[in-house]
T-cell receptor, first 115, second 115 residues
Framework: DAGVIQSPRHEVTEMGQEVTLRCKPI?????LFWYRQTMMRGLELLIY????????DSGMPEDRFSAKMPNASFSTLKIQPSEPRDSAVYFC?????????????FGAGSRLTVL | SQKIEQNSEALNIQEGKTATLTCNYT??????LQWYRQDPGRGPVFLLL?????KEKRKERLKVTFDTTLKQSLFHITASQPADSATYLCALGRWSGGGADGLTFGKGTHLIIQP
């Protein structure tokens, strides 16, 4: 398996533009997570899905952020409109629950810069 | 609110010595604790998991301890090598009955092994 695949790896955009980040989880995994990482705040959980259903989106900063998982092999995180404070590395991770413990496999991340 | 603390300053260790990293938490009752390694420009990679009823876990040169009374985990790398230089993150989680639950991560400790 190629692992968790994220695109784009780097995105530079201007304030006010729409940004869409994409994720392909590991085949067979049934849970998907979106995290955001900054120096100040570390890794923050934004939202996660179980069997394509959003379970907890309490980490989504504001209504400008939205996430979808239309099927088991694809998810998107959208920011509209983007702001400079959204600049961060966004990670997607997937997992298959084993014995009740959640071990995450992360993608390489999407580095977003909003000017 | 939940809080996970890891040494924010970089830890410099001489090659061949044992590196010990600390993870403390408050306002949380985790069922298990995990350690991840993160290299620059990459996503975190899972290393070890230890359950609440376990005191110690080992994997090759790695050892993790978990003290739920002290609310602390120690992560040891014995016979450290320059290739062990990276940022190490601890993460807390709870057992999931059906689907996954999001992990809460510390900000990580940057470990530097000096040759």
């Amino acid at each position: 398996d190629a692992g968790v695949i994220q695109s784009p790896r780097h995105e530079v955009t201007e304030m006010g533009q729409e940004v869409t980040l994409r994720c392909k989880p590991i085949s067979g995994h049934n849970s998907l997570f979106w995290y955001r990482q900054t120096m100040m705040r570390g890794l923050e959980l934004l939202i996660y899905f179980n069997n394509n259903v959003p379970i907890d989106d309490s980490g989504m900063p504001e209504d400008r952020f939205s996430a979808k998982m239309p099927n088991a092999s694809f998810s998107t995180l959208k920011i509209q409109p983007s702001e400079p404070r959204d600049s961060a590395v966004y990670f997607c991770a997937s997992s298959l629950i084993s014995s009740g413990a959640n071990v995450l496999t992360f993608g390489a991340g999407s580095r977003l810069t909003v000017l | 609110s939940q809080k996970i603390e890891q040494n924010s300053e970089a830890l410099n260790i001489q090659e061949g010595k044992t590196a010990t990293l600390t993870c403390n938490y408050t306002n949380y009752s985790p069922a298990y604790l995990q350690w991840y390694r993160q290299d620059p420009g990459r996503g975190p990679v899972f290393l070890l998991l230890i359950r609440e009823n376990e005191k110690e876990k080992r994997k090759e040169r790695l050892k993790v301890t978990f003290d739920t009374t002290l609310k602390q985990s120690l992560f040891h790398i014995t016979a450290s090598q320059p290739a062990d230089s990276a940022t190490y993150l601890c993460a807390l989680g709870r057992w999931s009955g059906g689907g996954a639950d999001g992990l809460t991560f510390g900000k990580g400790t940057h470990l530097i092994i000096q040759p």
